[in-house]
């Protein structure tokens, strides 16, 4: 029986006869319309950076949360929709803390990824005796940094359930443009300053809006001070080492 296009859209565990989930491929767009966040790791930590859209002179741009902690050791950068965003971390959060209680050590970075990639997959149906908790894929891509015994890592975890580690990786409506960017400016003995500049200067060449301290998030993972995100003070002192041109 002939079956058009529209009936493999609605079906969002059934392949189209060219072998594609039309579901899961919409839900990839739907990053793209997100803010851009872009994740560097170096040796001594990592760094993510995300755009704060500031849609209305009336918003508050500190409820603008495009970065949020995991773990001490663990955290993420977003993008695409923020209440998708939500549901993940807050999985993530548990299992974290479930290991840390049960095995009494904190949670390896990948495992983390691993278990936000496997809640991704549980859409539809559900798989035998595990039950279906969402009708449809994620609409979010998550940027996940961490510091466990492997050393900084940085994995880039998508709605299709699949996850890969980075040395530097850029999510968004601005991503072919940094990834672009990152692909020329990045070496493998960046330090953790060049790491700041390097986000800061690849997003303002993708973000509409003049960047300053106001409309970008930096946050940090390293050994010693495990996840933190940069004040306000820091911010400004990192926007002002951005060279002018």
Known sequence: MFIARSEYDRGINTFSPEGRLFQV???LEAIKLGSTAIGVATGEGVIL??????????????SVEKIVEID??????????????????????VESQNHAFNYAEPL??????QAICDLALRFGEGA???????????????????????GPSLYHAEPSGTFYRYD?????????????ELQNEFHKSLTLPEAEVL???????????????????LASVTKDKGFRIYTDQEMEEVVGRLPTN
Do not use: W
């Not at 950076?49 to 500190?62: A, D, M, P, Q, Y």
């Open 168 to 180: 530097a990786k850029a999510i968004g409506s601005g991503s072919e443009g940094a990834q672009a």
């Open 128 to 150: 035998d005796g595990e039950e279906s908790i969402m009708s449809r894929p994620f609409g979010v891509a998550l940027l996940i940094a961490g510091y466990d015994e492997d």
């Open 108 to 113: 390896r970075v990948e495992s983390c990824t």
């Open 199 to 217: 986000v800061l200067k690849t997003l303002k060449q993708v973000m509409e809006e003049k960047l300053d301290s106001k409309n970008v998030q």
């Open 25 to 27: 491929e919409y839900s």
């Open 49 to 62: 950076g995300v755009e704060k859209r500031v849609t209305s002179t009336l918003l508050e741009t500190s």
């Open 72 to 93: 001490r050791h663990i955290g993420c950068a977003m993008s695409g929709l923020q209440a998708d965003a939500r549901s993940m971390i807050e999985h993530a959060r």
